[in-house]
């Protein structure tokens, strides 16, 4: 067992297999107790793996130590949003769509446009949303996807955007009812009531208190201008 800290939680965990080994390298940690705790017997991800025959037994242990922790951190405040964030002059925008959409690239250009020293990915896949000292953060993660972008820091959430594809480039402010069904589709929903009553007392207030944009772009230089001029904080 290993002991991580993610997004300000302890988390003692099993893993063994190359992708999670490498991605929570920098998350390594020292505790004497663990908020959460992930053992995914060896012979559960063989099971696994049988039934999901098109993904190997590193790929499954990866995408289930990441629902685990899913499921741990609502106790906490929490949530991991698909999407990817880019962290710039100490503001986290997250930008959430489909896979394939395009939205790491969209944020790659962000660093093109800006230099990766002042945007920096702070999660390429699934970023923590939590409310921690009476503040709404977003932290980086071990589960980023296949591009192996994270980076073990907490930064305040600037806004959220969900991007889509366009010939043309727009970007338009959302209420959170229009944000609710987008986001639904963009995160685990527990099944258990407890666990989902908790979720929505979480997304209630990052839902009311943080900026929701629906973005239509073309992978341009002109729609990160439109984007990052529009959502900035500092404008």
């Not at 992930?38 to 793996?49: A, H």
């Amino acid at each position: 067992m290993k002991k991580l800290k993610v997004a300000d939680i302890n988390v003692l965990i099993k893993y063994d297999h190359p992708t999670l080994t490498k991605q929570a390298q920098a998350y390594l940690s020292d505790f004497d107790k663990e908020n959460i705790r992930i053992n995914i017997p060896d012979e559960e991800l063989d099971r696994l793996q049988r039934e999901n025959p098109h993904l190997s037994v590193d790929d499954v242990e990866y995408i289930f130590t990441g629902a685990a922790f899913y499921e741990g951190i609502i106790n906490y405040n929490g949530f991991l949003l698909h999407s990817s964030g880019v962290c710039v002059d100490g503001w986290a925008y997250l930008f959430s769509a489909d896979s394939g959409t395009g939205k790491s690239t969209h944020t790659a250009l962000w660093q093109k446009y800006l230099g990766a020293d002042r945007a920096r990915i702070i999660n390429d896949d699934k970023p923590a949303i939590r409310i921690a000292d009476g503040q709404i953060y977003v932290y980086g993660t071990p589960w980023s996807g296949k591009t192996d972008q994270n980076i073990n820091m907490r930064m305040p959430l600037g806004a959220i955007v969900f991007l889509e594809r366009s010939t043309e480039n727009f970007i338009r402010p959302i209420t959170a009812q229009e944000a609710i069904p987008k986001l639904f589709q963009q995160t685990l929903r527990p099944h258990d009531s407890a666990q989902m009553n908790k979720l929505l007392d979480v997304l209630d207030r990052v839902l009311s208190e943080t900026p929701l944009y629906r973005l239509g772009c073309d992978m341009s230089k002109e729609a990160v201008e439109l984007s990052f001029n529009t959502i900035r904080k500092d404008k």
